[in-house]
């Protein structure tokens, strides 16, 4: 939560939200919207622990699903904790926006700070001439996913005493499976909406 803070005081997203806003709505409609947004700007700060508990919670039992095929027997407070463990990868993320946002890139839009995720293929090849439905695809592709899935490979092997080879089979067939769903699903949505 506090690195959302920071996040979010460093970006300025009201300053942003005022220059992309401002060429369709009145003075007196952004006033209102700016208004709104900081009178429940504590709401996006209070979902976060319980959002990223739905996360953890919903891994873990893809995972324990992946077990059971596996038939390996280990509890879900375990595979929980585990899970927990391996989600600390992704404070690198919010650290990184942060360090990329104060220090190097201190002039951008909306847009540009929306699609932007550090160390990922839509850094690459931009999100100016992409389709809207395939912008989270190439977000999801990036180093900080693939160190999860070695973290959790590698936290599950030493629980289960097995090699990070099987442990990256047991990620795979079950977190790989419901994450390639979840993309394919979201660029669903995505596709229809636009």
Request: charged share 15%; glycine share 2%; proline share 2%.
């Amino acid at each position: 939560m506090l690195l959302e803070f920071f996040y979010s005081t460093i970006v300025d997203k009201d300053n942003l939200l005022i220059e992309h806003l401002s060429t369709n709505l009145s003075e007196s409609q952004l006033d209102n919207f700016l208004d709104f947004n900081k009178k429940w700007k504590w709401i996006n700060l209070a979902f976060i622990p319980f959002l990223l508990f739905l996360k953890i919670t919903v891994i873990s039992t893809i995972l324990n699903i992946g077990f059971f095929l596996f038939k390996k027997n280990i509890s879900f407070k375990k595979i929980f904790y585990l899970v927990v463990k391996a989600e600390y990868i992704f404070l690198f993320v919010i650290t990184s926006k942060i360090i990329w946002f104060y220090f190097f890139k201190q002039n951008y839009t909306v847009e540009y700070q929306q699609y932007f995720y550090p160390l990922s293929a839509i850094n690459i090849i931009g999100y100016d001439n992409l389709y809207p439905w395939w912008v989270y695809f190439f977000q999801v592709l990036n180093v900080f996913e693939l160190f999860y899935w070695i973290s959790l490979s590698y936290l599950i092997s030493k629980e289960i005493k097995v090699s990070i080879e099987y442990g990256l089979k047991i990620v795979a067939s079950s977190y790989g499976l419901a994450l390639v769903i979840w993309i394919f699903g979201t660029m669903f949505i995505a596709l229809n909406a636009s």
